[in-house]
């Protein structure tokens, strides 16, 4: 199922890649940057193929309210209410209010809702309640909230929905969520309901609860799926509308069939139409152009069942793409002789597509912030029966890498000059290989025993998942089959990435965690729980040493054929965990090296981040398409601009595709 299949993976910013005249800073606030992407190659597609990206792109941007509700249910009553307070206004603009209600603005629009789109922490506004107070009375009557009573505390009052996703062990993850995923249900309900239809003999099981809301109605536990007709019909029936254009400029029958099975999964809310829809899709590997479009990772639901909606339209890169079809080619390879029990690996690797990708929208829950890599579709047999696509964002990890030059990061952060010199070197090109290996490879990789439950791993799946991953990839940079195959130059290349990784996981992700707070994202869990083991494991062999040098730590790594030994090791224990579903094995994990923060590095790594003053957080605007119209009013071509700012991006969104009420 969704959480313990796939995922997208976070983003991760280094290095430099040449330079160019293109502007890619956009905005800064809290502790957001926002910049700018663009799409090369953009005006060498077909105009028919331009006419598609630009029905797609419609689409994706028309689901952006479903997301918004999804998060939380006053989201879309707070939205409207903040960005009619913030256009109505016509006070002192320099006001500390109003200057705060501008921040709160933006930080909501970035996190599609009033919680911290990584941290799940509902937001604290700045602004006092008189002053909003004040702002709603001079609104226009058409304008004023309706529930007033109901959103103020939810905006101000911190014990008030305080969490959009609360993972800690031990209480009721739904009751405490402050998501829009359940309603009027408890967490033990919610599992029994779900447990009562799932046949674990099944060998082609649906992706339970993917595409619904679970409520009680009558003292019954019920869902109610997403879809026309149904829940957020206004929204999906738009989605539908831009569907049925594209499908007249796709590039072949078989992208025509899967939008239209698309189509018809949004028109019946059926579960064995998506799986359909989704086999076709990765079946289709001809076309240039690309979308997905759907309710597709689950990490916002504490029980990672629900899907938050999202969409990127992309097309292929075809030159870049040569390094991750190389990859793909050798998955036999890499599967056979990984450091797993051959009980647990896959005797066939079937059909891992890779290519490199150019995004042309990001929308719904990848939007702003977004993933560098995708691996879809998440179903298990399904990936195991037809393979599954693996892509790279080359011109998103591009802009990072731009934006990124030059920030003093690894001046502050990195142990010597040596080190900092080969991450200069081989930190891009490392990098870009540990997010293929990790999409291309190492989701898809091993197997489950017959008749362990996909789900076993409950809320640690995503973590141990996303630490699969991440190992198979780190155990395979070192090795020497990557210079065979002439991805790599220099044997000493992965050092780079593995010194990064080990400082990113131990020390330099704490930046985005408040002092006395766990660790909480899968993401994070995972390169912690990573990095601390074998930190922990090499002890005795000094592996890993933390470094005093006037009163900063540094990591300094003294044996890198051990870390990789140690890598492999571990790799070991979390297929086997994985495959067997031991649960008990995989909490342990979890709990003793993903969650606690040590609060003195902590409160360090803090200090020393905040004179970087670099945000710790990324996202972007999208590019603004616009159809050319011949006399008749038809479409026959379509342009594309960067001129685009922030918050007129979003609030131009909140005119243009407001969909739900
Ligand atoms: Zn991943």
Redesign the pocket.
């Known amino acids: 199922m969704a959480a313990l299949a796939?995922?997208s993976?976070a983003p991760k910013a280094t290095t430099d890649a040449g330079s160019d005249d293109f502007d890619y800073t956009v905005d800064r606030f809290a502790d957001i940057e926002v910049l700018r992407y663009q799409v090369p190659d953009f005006e060498k597609l077909t105009p028919q193929q331009r006419i598609l990206i630009y029905y797609l792109t419609e689409a994706a941007l028309t689901g952006r309210d479903i997301l918004w509700d999804q998060n939380g249910k006053y989201n879309l009553a707070i939205r409207d209410l903040i960005e009619n307070v913030y256009s109505n206004y016509n006070g002192d603009k320099e006001n500390a209010d109003y200057k705060a209600l501008e921040t709160y603005l933006k930080q909501i629009e970035f996190a599609n809702g009033i919680h911290h789109h990584y941290s799940m922490d509902k937001f604290k506004p700045a602004f006092s309640q008189e002053f909003l107070m004040e702002q709603i009375a001079a609104l226009p009557e058409d304008k004023k909230p309706q529930n007033v009573d109901v959103i103020l505390p939810v905006i101000f009052d911190p014990a008030v929905m305080p969490k959009k996703v609360n993972q800690a062990e031990g209480q009721d993850l739904i009751l405490t969520s402050a998501n829009n995923l359940y309603e009027g249900v408890t967490q033990a309900e919610v599992e029994a309901y779900y447990n009562a239809r799932k046949d674990t003999t099944d060998a082609t099981p649906i992706s339970w609860g993917l595409n619904t809301r679970v409520v009680k109605e009558n003292g019954e536990v019920k869902e109610q799926a997403y879809k026309v007709g149904g829940v957020y019909s206004d929204a999906i029936t738009k989605i539908v509308e831009n569907l049925n254009k594209a499908k007249q400029y796709a590039e072949n029958d078989k992208q025509k069939d899967v939008i239209d099975k698309l189509i018809k999964y949004y028109e019946t809310g059926d579960l064995k139409i998506f799986d359909d829809y989704s086999i076709a899709w990765v079946e289709d590997t001809a076309s240039q152009v690309d979308f997905i479009n759907g309710f597709i990772e689950s990490y916002d639901d504490p029980l990672g069942m629900t899907g938050a909606w999202e969409s990127i339209v992309n097309f292929k890169n075809n030159e870049a793409s040569h390094r991750t079809e190389v990859i793909s080619s050798e998955a036999q390879w890499f599967e056979d002789h990984s450091p797993v029990d051959p009980r647990f690996r896959k005797d066939k690797v079937k059909g891992v597509s890779a290519k490199v990708i150019t995004a042309a929208i990001l929308a719904g829950d990848s939007y702003p912030a977004t993933p560098i890599g995708i691996?879809l579709p998440n179903a298990n047999w399904i990936r195991a029966a037809h393979g599954s696509k693996s892509v790279t964002l080359e011109n998103i990890t591009q802009a990072y890498d731009m934006a990124s030059h030059g920030n003093g990061f690894n001046e502050e952060f990195v142990i010597d000059k040596e080190t900092s010199d080969l991450m200069d070197k081989y930190l891009f090109i490392t990098d870009n290989l540990h997010t293929d290996l990790?999409?291309c490879l190492g989701?898809g990789s091993g197997k489950l025993l017959p008749g362990v439950d996909p789900d076993a791993l409950k809320a640690h799946g995503s973590t141990l998942e996303?630490a699969r991953?991440d190992l198979f990839a780190l155990y395979y940079l070192a090795d020497p089959k990557l210079i065979e195959l002439g991805l790599l130059d220099n044997p000493d290349a992965y050092k780079a990435e593995y010194y990064k990784y080990i400082l990113n996981g131990l020390m330099t992700q704490l930046m985005r965690i408040e002092p006395g707070k766990d660790v909480e994202e899968a993401h994070m869990r995972n390169r912690q729980l990573i990095s601390a083991w074998v930190f922990e494991k090499g002890k005795a062999d000094n592996v890993i040493e933390m470094v005093k040098r006037d009163g900063k730590t540094y990591i300094q790594i003294n044996d890198y054929a051990k870390l990789r030994d140690l890598f492999g090791q571990l790799l070991a224990e979390v297929q086997r965990i994985k495959s067997e579903g031991d649960y008990a094995a995989g909490r342990d994990l979890v709990e003793t090296y993903a969650v606690k923060v040590d609060p003195e590095i902590h409160k360090e790594v803090l200090d020393r981040y905040a004179k970087l003053d670099i945000a710790p957080y990324k996202g972007f605007v999208n590019p603004v398409y616009t159809p050319v119209l011949d006399k008749d009013g038809n479409i026959t071509d379509v342009t594309v601009s960067y001129t685009e700012e922030y918050l007129p991006q979003v609030l131009r969104y909140s005119r243009e595709y407001r969909t739900l009420h």
Do not use: G, P, Q, R
Request: a negative charge; charged letters at 20%.
């Open positions: 796939i995922t993976c691996n990790h999409e989701h996303e991953a």
